[in-house]
């Protein structure tokens, strides 16, 4: 199957930096990935859609300048956690569904990345 | 979005057995239901998926069972072994394009004991 690939798996920061997060389309081209955040013991949230060369698509009660989004190329999406404060460690996690035509198509996930902000 | 009910939130199942979770929406304009396995720390990964046009989609020991009428679908896993042991979540997708993301079920912890 295909292949999303996200990096880095884990990263430690100190309060108040950025982070980040990488993830990769490796045999396909997405023009949209998706970036979610996953709790212990609960299930995957969707924060943004991420549109290659056009603005992200922010879900309700996420903030667009703290989770920057950037999707340059048709492989390669980014999630940037600004300012990073203990509450937003997490497990984030990628996603992106190659393009069939009009079939709706098997979603690939990254391997997530473990955030610990100290 | 629209929300897809899962259940149990949990299910210990002897070595051997089966295990079964089941999820209901509400959207009738989902037409893509797939199940994923997530083991702790790692990101999903698909097991087995259905559409619509069918009532049920078999693959190995995992079997999806759909039912449209009803707006349920499920994952039977037959011979369950300890190696199963893991969070399932069902999801569904609406029928548009593959840029829809996928609505997901609040997840099935199955622990397989020996």
């Known amino acids: 199957g295909a292949v999303v690939s996200q990096h880095p798996s884990w990263v430690i920061c100190k309060s108040g930096t950025s982070v980040k997060i990488e993830c990769r389309s490796l045999?396909?081209?997405?023009?949209?990935m998706f970036w979610y955040r996953q709790f212990p013991k609960q299930s995957l949230m969707l924060m943004a859609t991420s549109n290659e060369g056009s603005k992200a698509t922010y879900e309700q009660g996420v903030e667009k300048d703290k989770f920057l989004i950037n999707h340059a190329s048709l492989t390669l999406s980014t999630l940037t956690v600004t300012s990073a404060h203990p509450e937003d460690s997490s497990f984030y996690i990628c996603?992106?569904?190659?393009?069939?035509?009009?079939?709706?198509?098997?979603?690939?996930f990254g391997q997530g990345t473990r955030l610990t902000v100290v | 979005q629209q929300q897809v009910k899962q259940s149990p939130q949990s299910l210990i199942v002897q070595k051997g057995g089966i295990s079964i979770i089941n999820c209901a929406y509400e959207?009738?304009?989902?037409?893509?239901f797939p199940w994923y396995q997530q083991f702790p720390g790692k990101g999903p990964a698909l097991l087995i998926a259905i559409r619509p046009d069918v009532s049920e989609k078999k693959e190995g020991r995992f079997t999806i069972s759909f039912n449209k009428s009803a707006k349920q679908f499920s994952l039977h896993i037959m011979d369950s072994q300890p190696g199963d042991s893991a969070t399932y979540f069902c999801a569904a997708s609406p029928n548009h394009s593959g840029n829809t993301p996928l609505v997901f079920g609040k997840g099935t912890r199955l622990s397989v004991i020996a």
């Open positions: 959207n009738t304009a989902f037409d893509y």
């Open positions: 045999d396909f081209q997405a023009t949209t």
């Open positions: 996603s992106a569904r190659p393009w069939r035509g009009a079939m709706n198509t098997e979603a690939f």
